[in-house]
């Protein structure tokens, strides 16, 4: 088990050193994700002094891109530490984990990445229409479900499904 972890670690986190992979339930549409930070403490945003004093730990569940057809569920233990400058106005704070997290952030930095390229690519609304043609073939509808659903015509839902990124709708253009 903890081999897949460890593999699953670098296919879903490839650049994030920081975070330990707990456990990984794999379902046939969902990969749940349990995991943490490993750094021994955080800096305050306010006054950037380190500190090591953790107040308290809860869950947050940031929204992940899909990986390998399957969507992705992180549950992500954050702990709250002390502010250990009586100066600072801030007394606790929440550690973010570099390239995964942001303050108030509910996607990881992965997700917000793909839908930003995405909505460049194809201005909106052409992305969320083919984010929803591609999202009801991988629930399992068919081509002519998903015409009849979107009320779509039958060649733009096969040039939507036919095409793994938003680019190569543009490509021969």
């Not at 670690?9 to 975070?19: N, R, V, Y």
């Not at 930070?37 to 306010?46: I, K, L, R």
């Not at 107040?55 to 992705?72: E, K, Q």
Request: hydrophobic share 45%; glycine share 6%.
């Amino acid at each position: 088990m903890e081999e897949a972890a460890l593999r699953l670690k670098e296919l879903l986190f490839p650049s994030i050193a920081d975070i330990e992979v707990l456990s990984v339930d794999v379902d046939i549409e969902i990969v749940r994700v349990d995991a943490q930070c490993t750094t021994v403490g955080a800096a305050c945003p306010a006054c950037e002094v380190w500190s090591t004093r953790v107040h308290s730990s809860y869950l947050r569940f940031p929204a992940d891109a899909p990986s390998a057809g399957r969507s992705v569920v992180l549950q992500l233990r954050v702990r709250r530490f002390r502010c250990g400058n009586t100066m600072c106005t801030r007394r606790t704070f929440v550690e973010q984990i570099s390239g995964l997290t942001r303050r108030y952030g509910h996607r990881t930095e992965r997700l917000r990445s793909t839908l930003a390229a995405v909505g460049l690519a194809l201005a909106g609304q052409a992305a969320a229409r083919l984010a929803a043609v591609h999202a009801l073939l991988k629930a399992g509808h068919s081509r002519r479900s998903v015409q009849r659903q979107l009320g779509m015509s039958w060649r733009t839902v096969k040039q939507f499904a036919d095409v793994a990124t938003p680019e190569e709708l543009f490509t021969g253009q």
